[in-house]
């Protein structure tokens, strides 16, 4: 078998989109990914939907891999013809053991490519508006590791040479030292007034800034309970942090949002977090497909073929627009048939999903929901005319029981139906556990029930007392009463039933849960 390629990418120091353009084409086109907990989760999005996913980080079965079996799992998935990229965070080369991965690459003559990212050492202090650098207090900079022991600090570090050789020092890994950093550097001729800052899980939603002097910042860092990982910045560029930070002050700073869409609608609640400051944390637990069932497949060929007898075509879902289309592609069917057809939608985003398709959409409903589409209709459809209902399998029986009432002939179509999504990533497993999750979102009925189902399905036995700790946003009444039959409780919930609204709702929820 023809070996493979590793390419070692540097994934960036948190923030998903601080990754390179070539480490993101190594991500698309990989084969098998190796990652752990420090690149981020929202990166695998872009692999393909094969591809072979080894995490190596911690899971309940076992503790983190170590290293020497990362270089080996490595050589041995190159030597079965995959296409490897193993994501590190920060940059590879900056205190990363790549030389430990690509030397064993290299022992097995296996060809690979280091590909930099961007190292937490600039990017962390510049999130916490600290620039390395800057015109009137630092022309240089040095960045030195602090995870070691002092004896052995001592012989990798000249201190007598490090402590002024530059204006801004950077400490990776170095909170545990601190106090003996501080003294080695105020020993050798750094000024007891000089400003520090400690920036913690820089880039993402945890980041924490401690800032003081190298006089005080040990026993800061001890009354606060200051812990690792953080970057030490020492130097005059610090006193920039208070005219400068910007990160800390977005609307959604501090917020990990658990987004259970669909994976093909999750991208675009996931970038409204995003543009906000927070971090959208996807996990699909549907999936929306077209359907299997031949009874299914049949009725709605049947419906297609009646094309010219409908009155009305009612819209429920920005899904029931797009797979309506694809099955009148596969049967060859022109839209055109239904020219008697006026046109409902239940929403602005089924509307403009419509518009997009060139059709005018003739009444669109003042509620985003099947019982303000039956409202708007009232008075509108005339008894006797015929609706076609293109929706979900798991769709409400609401909207067509209230127009048959009315006397009006509706008929639904299935035209796709929701699963369980077969792939998750055991990182928001972890994060889930830990915690690490600020808040859990909602947007449909069927995405709080498959939740509870993957959850159970990936070994936890109490789901619901997992998810009553997490504070819980739903995106509308429907969806709210479905995560209360569950026994759980909506912290917040959207004014109309839509992903704008609901992200404008998690907004008043972030600033009123920080100015407690």
């Given amino acids: 078998m023809k070996k493979g390629k590793v390419y070692l990418v540097g994934a960036g120091p948190g923030d998903p989109r601080l990754i390179t353009i070539r480490g993101m084409q190594c991500i698309k086109e990989c084969t098998a990914i190796v990652y752990d907990r420090l690149a981020s989760p929202r990166l695998l999005r872009y692999a393909k939907p094969d591809v072979k996913r080894v995490y190596v980080g911690k899971l309940p079965d076992r503790h983190t891999m170590k290293q020497e079996e990362i270089n ?29 991965e690509a030397g064993l690459l290299n022992q097995h003559g296996i060809p690979y490519e280091i590909v930099p990212g961007i190292t937490s050492a600039i990017s962390v202090p510049a999130y916490a508006g600290i620039p390395v650098t800057h015109r009137d207090h630092a022309s240089s900079l040095s960045i030195v590791t602090g995870h070691e022991s002092p004896d052995k600090l001592d012989r990798s570090i000249y201190w007598d040479k490090v402590t002024n ?6 400490f990776l890994m170095g909170v545990a030292k601190i106090d003996y950093i501080s003294r080695q550097l105020m020993k050798h001729g750094r000024s007891p007034d000089t400003p520090v800052a400690l920036v913690r899980w820089g880039t993402t939603p945890e980041q924490q800034t401690l800032v003081g002097t190298l006089e005080n910042i040990a026993e800061l860092v001890k009354q606060t309970k200051f812990e690792s990982p953080a970057v ?18 977005m609307p959604l700073f501090g917020m990990r949002v658990l987004v259970t869409r669909a994976r093909s609608q999750a991208s675009e609640f996931a970038e409204k977090i995003e ?19 031949a009874s299914m497949l ?11 007898g409908y009155d009305w075509l009612a819209f429920t879902s920005v899904n029931g627009v797009d797979y309506f289309f694809r099955a009148l592609v596969e049967q060859g069917i ?24 060139g059709l005018k959409v003739e009444l669109q409903a003042g509620r985003y929901d099947a019982e303000g589409l039956v409202e708007a209709l009232d008075g509108v459809m005339q008894q006797g005319e015929r609706v076609l209902l293109p929706r979900g399998d798991l769709a409400r029986s609401v909207l067509p029981q209230q127009l048959r009432e009315k006397g009006i002939v509706a008929d639904e179509i299935s035209v796709y139906e929701t699963v369980v999504a077969e792939q998750q990533d055991p990182i928001v497993l972890e ?30 036995e109490d789901p619901v007392a997992l998810l009553s700790q997490y ?31 609901l992200t404008a709702a998690l907004v008043v929820y972030n600033a009123a849960k920080q100015q407690q």
């Fill in 334 to 357: 022109d839209v055109r048939r239904f020219y008697r057809a006026k046109i409902a939608a239940v929403g602005p985003k089924t509307a403009e999903a419509l518009q997009q398709r």
């Fill in 275 to 293: 543009e906000l400051g927070g971090e959208p944390c996807e996990f699909p637990v549907i999936e929306v497909r077209k359907p299997t069932a």
């Fill in 165 to 170: 050789a530059t204006g801004t020092l950077l």
């Fill in 431 to 460: 994060w889930l556990k830990d915690k690490h999750i600020h808040m859990l979102t909602f947007t449909s009925s069927s995405t709080v029930h498959h939740l509870i189902k993957v959850l159970q399905h990936h070994g936890f």
């Fill in 72 to 100: 080996q799992l490595l050589v041995d998935l190159a030597l079965e013809g995959h296409v490897v990229t193993r994501l590190k965070g920060g940059d590879p080369t900056i205190f990363g053991r790549v030389g430990e």
């Fill in 232 to 249: 030490i910045i020492v130097g005059d560029v610090v006193k920039q942090r208070e005219a400068l930070q910007w990160y800390e002050k």
């Fill in 471 to 501: 504070p819980i946003a739903s995106i509308g009444p429907i969806t709210s009463d479905t995560i209360r039959q569950y026994g759980l409780t909506v912290t917040v919930e959207a004014a109309e039933a839509t992903i704008d609204s």
């Fill in 298 to 308: 049949d009725q709605i060929n049947a419906c297609l073929y009646q094309a010219e």
